[in-house]
């Protein structure tokens, strides 16, 4: 089993989890695909995410993340790191899950690859940052690129993520907000697939989390 950790720096979960509702958790910011907890350690002390075939499930105490196995044991080891306002997205094979953490309203967002069984995964943040930013080498805006997850791909060995400038008054006039989509290989740690704003938002925007609204607000639908 694979985890994807992704990473924006203040407590999003005040933004986002104001009213948390009974099942105790909302959409993710990045993608409305993902699951975002929102009452650990005030309504409940625990809170469990099964997978879809509902044999597994990461299991969340405080500010940690252990799994589940299909026997019913939980794992002694800590998984990730929890923070309030993380987003979790089950691969629908069950054997992954992205983990999109934020670590502030505006960024940095990172992506972290986690495996269960102590695997080496590819840095996906800086494989993304590094195509998004190609064209724009001396722009830290750019460089700096805010990483997100939106969906998994492919039967599970794919994810699509976007990079995206971030929305502060620093890049007000780096094209803040602006997002494009890049389908990484998992297995291969490379991109397969990139896709401009526009393209981006014909294909997924019903999927799209508030941050990426927000940019498309920003910079427009009928940008490039």
Not at 116 to 124: C, H
Not at 175 to 180: N, P, S, T, V
Not at 204 to 221: A, C, F, Q, T
Request: proline share 4%; with cysteine.
């Amino acid at each position: 089993m694979i985890v994807i950790v992704v990473g924006l720096l203040t407590t999003p979960c005040a933004l986002t989890c104001q009213r948390c509702p009974d099942r105790g958790w909302t959409a993710g910011r990045w993608s409305k695909l993902a699951v975002m907890p929102c009452d650990i350690g005030t309504l409940s002390p625990t809170f469990a995410l099964e997978a879809p075939n509902k044999r597994v499930a990461l299991i969340i105490r405080q500010d940690k993340i252990f799994f589940r196995d299909d026997t019913g044991n939980i794992s002694s080891r800590e998984m990730l790191a929890y923070r309030p306002g993380d987003e979790l997205l089950w691969a629908p094979d069950s054997k992954a899950v992205i983990l999109s953490y934020c670590l502030g309203a505006a960024g940095p967002c990172k992506s972290v690859v986690s495996s269960t069984g102590g695997r080496d995964e590819p840095s996906v943040t800086e494989i993304v940052q590094e195509r998004f930013a190609s064209g724009h080498r001396d722009d830290s805006c750019f460089a700096g690129a805010n990483v997100g997850a939106l969906k998994w791909a492919h039967d599970s060995t794919e994810a699509v993520f976007v990079a995206q400038v971030e929305l502060s008054p620093e890049c007000a006039t780096h094209h803040q907000g602006y997002f494009e989509t890049f389908t990484v290989s998992l297995g291969e740690s490379r991109i397969v697939a990139q896709s401009g704003m526009r393209a981006s938002i014909n294909k997924w925007k019903s999927i799209m989390g508030s941050s990426l609204l927000d940019g498309i607000r920003v910079v427009g639908e009928d940008t490039k």
